[in-house]
């Protein structure tokens, strides 16, 4: 593990859903992990193993059922919604699957928008960031085109620096390649590794290709609801 501080620790994350109902279905069982700052790491399993869930729950999208989660020393259990949504919004960073652009915003405008949620403006410091990103990713000449402009490669290029827009200190990463091409799939993949190791970002990637989780510093593996390997 690497030397820096913790950045997430979770322990006894349990979680159900439909505990209203006659036959709940625990999905999480017990999990305890941590992750360091600077670390790189591949969180890997079976199809319906529980990761999204475990990844959601890291990202604050959803709350366990039980347990302790703490992210950047903060326990989020004592969190309101409000400080939940503050602490998920400068903290943590996203890339999806797919890669969920908005539409009718350019390539520049997509990427300040972390920024302009935080901010309630579009400044000049959250467009020279993001001019910046886009030109670290490839993209510099593509700041005004739209997504339906770009190729998936691309896309999700522009996702990745729209994830670092606010320099989160822990970067959540669910399929990141799994849409692109082999080629595709590996720049996106050193991109993150490239962030990784400027920033100390701390960097937590589901994925099912086992050549990309074999370059991670670690694999945490999860077998129906519970690790198994970490």
């Given at each position: 593990m690497n030397a820096g501080g913790t950045i997430v620790e979770l322990q006894g994350i349990?979680?159900?859903?439909?505990?209203?109902?006659?036959?709940?279905?625990?999905?999480?069982?017990?999990?305890?992990?941590?992750l360091a700052e600077g670390e790189f790491v591949a969180l890997v399993g079976p199809s319906g193993s529980g990761k999204s869930t475990l990844l959601n729950i890291i990202g604050?999208?959803?709350?366990?059922?039980?347990?302790?989660?703490?992210?950047?020393?903060?326990?989020?259990?004592?969190?309101?919604?409000?400080?939940?949504?503050e602490l998920r919004g400068r903290t943590i960073g996203f890339v999806f699957q797919f890669h969920h652009l908005l539409p009718g915003f350019t390539a520049l405008e997509?990427?300040?928008?972390?920024?302009?949620?935080?901010?309630?403006?579009?400044?000049?410091?959250?467009?020279?960031?993001?001019?910046?990103?886009?030109?670290?990713?490839?993209?510099?000449?593509?700041e005004r085109?739209?997504?339906?402009?770009?190729?998936?490669?691309?896309?999700?290029?522009?996702?990745?620096?729209?994830?670092?827009?606010?320099?989160?200190?822990?970067?959540?990463?669910?399929?990141?390649?799994?849409?692109?091409?082999?080629?595709?799939a590996e720049a996106i993949f050193d991109l993150l590794l490239q962030f990784n190791r400027?920033?100390?970002?701390?960097?937590?990637?589901?994925?099912h290709d086992p050549r990309l989780a074999a370059r991670c510093q670690r694999r945490i593996e999860i077998v129906d609801g519970r690790i198994v390997g970490a």
């Open positions: 349990c979680k159900s859903y439909g505990l209203d109902t006659p036959v709940a279905t625990q999905v999480l069982h017990g999990i305890d992990a941590r604050l999208l959803e709350r366990p059922t039980s347990g302790r989660l703490s992210i950047a020393g903060r326990d989020t259990a004592a969190l309101g919604e409000a400080d939940l949504t997509n990427v300040m928008m972390p920024a302009i949620i935080d901010r309630g403006l579009a400044d000049a410091q959250a467009e020279a960031r993001a001019r910046e990103l886009l030109a670290h990713v490839g993209l510099a000449g593509a085109k739209k997504p339906s402009q770009l190729s998936g490669g691309m896309q999700q290029r522009v996702a990745v620096a729209r994830a670092l827009a606010l320099s989160p200190r822990l970067i959540l990463a669910d399929e990141p390649t799994g849409n692109l091409d082999t080629k595709s400027e920033m100390r970002s701390a960097c937590l990637i589901v994925t």
